[in-house]
């Protein structure tokens, strides 16, 4: 054999050796690696706080009747008051929100019963069924009054009136992250 045919045979050996992964391959390299960069997530929640109370208004007396309501009866002349405590937490560097209430739970009562609702929040009075919800944690509470006039504006509908239950809840108090200029 040739000293050529030899060499081209050491050369296409060396290279399959190489590419078969019998060789290796040196080359440079270098790593760095950040340092802790942790971001955090804000807050937006809304719940019902402890402390809801019932009372009930007689003429100018006022009765914490809370205790007692499972055996409490309604008869006319009395205002019914229920006091419902929530409160919102709203925490993000460039969060605004709106607070909405679904008033519910009034539909089922005698139209001759005057029913109302109102509510505070943040140490102001929400108007309608909506608020701006503060930064940081905010409180509210939201007062359902149920009137059962006597006397002359009373309507003597019995039948309607006598060993009933109406439920006033079915309300619901919403928070929802509203645009602030963010595109």
Do not use: C
């Not at 040196?26 to 802790?36: F, H, I, K, P």
């Not at 929640?45 to 409490?72: F, H, M, N, P, Q």
């Not at 939201?142 to 002359?152: D, H, I, K, M, N």
């Amino acid at each position: 054999m040739k000293k050529s045919m030899k060499g081209t045979i050491a050369i296409a050996a060396g290279i399959a050796l190489l590419l078969g992964g019998g060789g290796s391959l040196a080359y440079w390299q270098g790593s760095a690696s950040t340092t802790s960069a942790t971001i955090q997530t804000g807050e937006l929640s809304v719940a019902l706080t402890s402390g809801a109370k019932w009372e009930v208004k007689r003429g100018s007396t006022t009765t914490d009747i809370t205790s007692t309501l499972s055996s409490y009866k309604m008869v006319p002349g009395d205002q019914i008051i229920y006091t419902v405590p929530f409160q919102t937490k709203a925490n993000g560097t460039n969060l605004t929100a709106s607070g909405a209430i679904n008033w519910g739970g009034f539909s089922a009562v005698p139209a001759h019963l005057t029913s109302s609702v109102a509510g505070t929040y943040n140490a102001g009075a929400i108007a309608g069924t909506s608020f701006t919800v503060a930064s940081g944690t905010a409180n509210g509470q939201l007062v359902f009054t149920l009137t059962w006039p006597f006397g002359s504006n009373a309507t003597n509908d019995t039948a309607a009136t006598m060993n009933q239950n109406w439920n006033l809840g079915a309300t619901t108090v919403t928070v929802t992250q509203t645009a602030n200029g963010a595109n």
